[in-house]
C-alpha cells in the first residue's frame, strides 16, 4: 500500500470516528436536556403549589423563585456540562 494510500484511509477513520463522537456527545446533551426541563418542570409545579398553600407571601415568592433558579443551574451543571466535558476514550 502507498504512503497516499494509507493517509486515505487514516483520514477515513478519523473521520469516522469523529463522526460517532459527535453522534455520542449529541445523544449526551439531549438525554442532559431531558433531565433538566424535567427537573425544572417539576420544581416549578411544586412551587406553584406551594404558593397556593402560603397564599403568594412575598418571602415565599423569593425563596421559590431563588429555588427554581438554583435548580435549573445545578440540573444544568450536573447533567448537561459535567458529562459533556468528560474525555472521550477511543
Known amino acids: 500500500m502507498r504512503e497516499s494510500e494509507k493517509r486515505q484511509v487514516q483520514n477515513r477513520i478519523s473521520d469516522v470516528v469523529r463522526g460517532v463522537r ?4 449529541v445523544r449526551l446533551a439531549l438525554r442532559g436536556l431531558m433531565w433538566v426541563v424535567a427537573l425544572t418542570a417539576g420544581v416549578t ?5 406551594g404558593l397556593e398553600r402560603a397564599r ?3 418571602d ?7 429555588l427554581t433558579w438554583f ?3 445545578a440540573s444544568t ?4 456540562v459535567r458529562p459533556l466535558r468528560r474525555k472521550v476514550t477511543d
Open 22 to 25: 459527535w453522534r455520542w456527545r
Open 45 to 49: 409545579f411544586l412551587a406553584a403549589i
Open 71 to 73: 435548580t435549573l443551574l
Open 77 to 80: 451543571m450536573w447533567f448537561l
Open 60 to 66: 415565599t415568592v423569593i425563596a421559590l423563585r431563588v
Open 56 to 58: 403568594f407571601d412575598a
